[in-house]
């Protein structure tokens, strides 16, 4: 599969805040990839960056094969973005905006295919109404619109589904799979809504203070054989000696915030169990993290 | 010694006399040259020479009618005209009824040797206050008047004459006059600072303006209507 | 590229309401000036040739006619002139900003520069039209009421009189100049507007900046005569008035076509163009190194 977006070490800082720290990743054709983190994580910043609408400190970032520096009008060209939520020009009429957004992209769409698209998006109807007569619902499909008028290839979704209602968010969802299904476009979508991000995402990448947490393929991420335990002990060094000496060794994963975690089926939780108490070791707590909720939560809490 | 101090006296009120009756008489004579012109009315060229004005050279009619009746207009444009101008008319100062005129002796002015003759008009109610003119008597012209008025000050004429010499018709008049200051409240024009105005600052301002009337014809004696003095 | 954004920029300025404000109050002011003239026109021009009525025998009535009227205009209205184009000026970056459409801009394929290039010249274009309003209003206006003759122009410390057949084309220069200078005033309130993710403060910004220095240039004291004002944009921007200062002969004639200083007009010209280079470079630089947040 070819890779779209190639994210190596980025870094920003605005002053001592450091908004991005070392991120790796990078994005397939056709894959929709989740961008998960809470508020204030750093998602934000990293798509700004894509846009080249944020300087980075440090790091390189290539889009469709080229660095975003030196060919940053041909991968713009090619690129469509809606940033946290579209505001747009008021004054201006959805058909309006959405001609002024495609010239500014180079393309000069025929008013029909300007209609078409506010048809994909349902505004059909409201085609010549002000922006400002819009509720918040539409603005995010009218902005998903001017996101898509010019045929991009990759797709930038910053929090699109951000004040939506139920059937906004569902509708949405359902643009992003016809998007990456039917149409065959690259999506990046952020979302602090883990729940979201299972329903459309074929990879994910979560990320905290500015840091990768972990990236992988949803399934996998999600793989109920395969989980991340959580190990809790008072005697974390003696633990974690006992755990590289034993056969436990390959599913040892990471330390954080005071607690083991561990990769393996979670069959084999009361045979950890039993091990550890054999050894003397003194176990608080062993359980699985079960859904990616849980994961989510657990990696990013302080 | 004695009777010769009144006789002195008396010789030179005698004189004095004579000399008051030889300036009336030339005047007179003066004047009845001038009397030729009824009216004319007269299209000349003027420049405007006032430190504090700029303005182009006008072509200005000048109307006149016995016995005092004068005006000067700038039918195509806007001229600031001195109030002064009206006695380029000789007539202002030969038309007067009630005067004491005194020679003042011979002086050249303008290349010609001039008879001088100074006039104090007798009447209260006359607005000059006293003149003094430089005539040629050999063509009974006036070369140069200097009239004192009482609301305008005091004007002085130099005149030149060609073509219409005949008729006591100058070609050219100068009249100088004397003019205030011109300054405006600070902040009212909020003008350009393009540099000119530190240069007149430092000049010292000399307080004469001068309007010379080069006139090109006169249409004489064919009437004028009472409404143009209006 | 440029072009279509040029085009989309005027554009989104003509689409906005506030955009015609500007030309409304410039339609609205000129009208009323010339209404109060009309009505009261000789106690105007007494108030200027006051001290010579002994002297002078004053055509009041010639002196009032179209082109005096439209100097008398633009000397009101073009003090005010900058407000409104740091109206439109001052909103153009940070307007967007505040809208939320600048990174939606800043996130397509044109370069930074283009597009602040692109805001600039529409706001060029804008101060254009606004002053070829007000030259129909003002000029054309004032002809068709008060008719033509010569223009006298007074100044604080004489008066130029004009033939009317000199006059149209110092008009013409008077607005060029005139355009130069608002240009300058749009320069700087793009300027301020890169730095800012709110109008208003650009605006205020601006106006504050030509009113600090105009009240400076108006005070006269002489510490400031002989270091800020030869520099101060807002004294090069009365450039205008040049136009309308004729020089003289040696026997006190104006000569036809003459300015009284051009070297000075240059002069004025060149800082202004200078200071337009200055704040648009700041601008360029600046937006190109801003990471837009907003």
Redesign the interface.
């Known amino acids: 599969m070819n890779q779209v977006i190639r994210v190596q070490q980025l870094s920003k800082d605005?002053g001592d805040i450091k908004a991005v720290r070392d991120l790796s990743f990078s994005v397939g054709e056709g894959q929709v990839y989740g961008f998960l983190g809470q508020n204030g994580a750093g998602k934000s910043t990293t798509i700004?960056m894509l846009?080249?609408?944020?300087?980075p400190s440090s790091g390189t970032i290539e889009i469709f094969g080229m660095n975003l520096k030196k060919h940053?009008?041909?991968?713009?060209?090619r690129?469509g973005?809606i940033?946290?939520?579209?505001?747009?020009?008021?004054?201006?009429t959805a058909k309006?905006n959405l001609r002024?957004?495609s010239?500014?992209?180079?393309v000069k769409v025929p008013d029909k295919k300007i209609m078409d698209q506010l048809a994909l998006v349902g505004l059909a109807e409201r085609a010549d109404s002000k922006v400002k007569t819009y509720s918040q619902g539409m603005k995010q499909r009218l902005g998903l619109a001017?996101a898509l008028v010019h045929d991009p290839a990759l797709i930038l979704l910053d929090e699109p589904t951000n004040g939506l209602d139920p059937q906004g968010i569902a509708d949405m969802r359902n643009l992003i799979l016809h998007l990456s299904r039917d149409l065959g476009k690259t999506l990046l979508v952020s979302s602090h809504l883990l729940s979201e991000m299972e329903m459309v995402a074929d990879h994910m990448l979560i990320i905290h203070k500015g840091k990768k947490v972990v990236e992988g393929r949803v399934t996998e991420l999600l793989n109920p054989e395969q989980s991340i335990v959580e190990l809790l002990t008072p005697d974390i060094p003696a633990t974690l000696v006992f755990l590289r000496q034993s056969g436990w060794a390959a599913t040892l994963k990471e330390l954080v915030n005071g607690t083991i975690r561990l990769e393996f089926n979670k069959q084999q939780i009361p045979e950890l169990n039993r091990q550890l108490v054999e050894k003397g070791i003194p176990v608080l707590s062993l359980r699985p993290l079960n859904s990616l909720e849980d994961y989510f939560l657990s990696l990013t809490k302080e | 010694m004695k009777p010769v101090f009144p006789l002195l006296i008396a010789a030179c009120i005698l004189l004095s006399a004579a000399r008051a009756q030889g300036a009336k008489e030339l005047l007179q004579k003066v004047k009845a040259k001038y009397d030729k012109v009824d009216d004319y009315t007269a299209t000349a060229k003027m420049?405007?020479?006032?430190?504090?004005?700029?303005?182009?050279?006008a072509t200005i009619k000048v109307y006149y009618k016995k016995p005092d009746k004068i005006k000067?207009k700038?039918e195509s444009?806007?001229?600031?005209?001195?109030?002064g101008?009206a006695n380029v008319n000789m007539n202002n100062v030969l038309g007067l009824s009630d005067f004491e005129a005194v020679e003042g002796g011979m002086e050249k002015t303008g290349g010609v040797n001039c008879k001088v003759i100074r006039i104090f008009p007798l009447s209260d109610e006359e607005s000059i206050t006293r003149a003094t003119l430089y005539i040629d008597e050999s063509r009974l012209l006036v070369i140069r008047s200097v009239i004192s008025t009482k609301?305008?000050?005091t004007y002085e004429l130099g005149m030149s004459y060609k073509k219409y010499a005949e008729w006591g018709l100058p070609d050219k008049v100068e009249l100088s006059?004397?003019?205030?200051?011109?300054?405006?409240p600070?902040?009212?024009?909020?003008?350009?600072?393009?540099?000119?105005?530190k240069e007149?600052a430092g000049e010292a301002t000399p307080k004469k303006?001068?309007v010379?009337i080069s006139y090109t014809s006169y249409i004489i004696n064919k009437g004028v209507p009472d409404s143009v003095f209006n | 590229?440029f072009i279509?954004?040029l085009k989309?920029e005027l554009?989104?300025i003509f689409?906005?309401?506030r955009t015609f404000i500007a030309f409304g109050a410039i339609a609205v002011i000129i009208l009323l000036v010339q209404f109060a003239l009309k009505v009261n026109g000789k106690d105007f021009v007494q108030f200027?040739t006051d001290?010579?009525a002994?002297?002078?025998?004053?055509?009041y009535e010639?002196?009032l006619n179209g082109y005096f009227v439209c100097v008398a205009v633009l000397?009101m209205i073009l003090?005010h002139v900058p407000l409104l184009v740091a109206l439109i000026a001052g909103d153009m970056i940070s307007g967007e900003a505040s809208?939320?459409?600048l990174?939606?801009?800043?996130?397509?394929?044109?370069?930074r520069t283009q597009l602040l290039m692109a805001k600039f010249s529409a706001s060029t274009v804008y101060v254009t039209l606004l002053l070829a309003w007000m030259a129909l209003f003002a000029l054309l206006g004032s002809l068709l009421i008060f008719g033509t003759?010569?223009?006298?122009v007074?100044?604080?410390?004489?008066?130029?009189?004009?033939?009317?057949g000199?006059v149209i084309w110092r008009f013409f220069a008077a607005f060029v100049f005139a355009a130069l200078a608002l240009t300058t005033i749009a320069a700087m309130a793009l300027m301020f507007s890169v730095f800012s993710e709110n109008s208003l403060g650009p605006i205020v910004a601006t106006v504050c900046v030509v009113i600090v220095f105009t009240i400076v240039q108006?005070l006269?004291v002489p510490v400031f005569e002989e270091t800020v004002?030869p520099w101060s944009f807002t004294?090069h921007m009365?450039?205008?008035?040049?136009f309308f200062?004729?020089?003289?002969n040696a026997?006190?004639?104006?000569i036809?076509g003459s300015i009284?200083?051009p070297a000075?007009?240059l002069r004025?010209g060149l800082i202004l163009t200078g200071y337009i280079a200055l704040f648009l470079g700041i601008s360029i630089r600046s937006f190109n190194?801003k990471?837009?947040?907003s």
């Open positions: 605005f700004r846009l080249t609408l944020i300087e940053r009008k041909e991968i713009l060209r690129t973005a940033i946290e939520k579209p505001d747009l020009y008021k004054y201006l309006e002024i957004f010239r500014l992209s180079g001017t | 420049k405007t020479n006032v430190v504090f004005i700029k303005a182009p050279v000067i700038n444009g806007v001229s600031f005209i001195p109030r101008s609301e305008n000050g006059f004397n003019t205030r200051d011109y300054k405006l600070k902040g009212v024009t909020i003008d350009y600072d393009n540099g000119t105005g007149k303006g001068k010379e | 590229m279509e954004l989309i554009y989104k689409k906005r309401p200027y001290s010579q002994d002297t002078f025998d004053i055509p010639k002196i000397h003090i809208l939320g459409t990174r939606l801009l800043a996130g397509k394929p044109v370069t003759e010569d223009l006298v007074f100044k604080e410390t004489d008066l130029h009189i004009i033939k009317a000199d108006q006269r004002n004294t009365l450039g205008w008035k040049g200062y004729v020089e003289k026997e006190g004639a104006t036809t009284e200083n000075a007009l004025s190194k990471d837009i947040l």
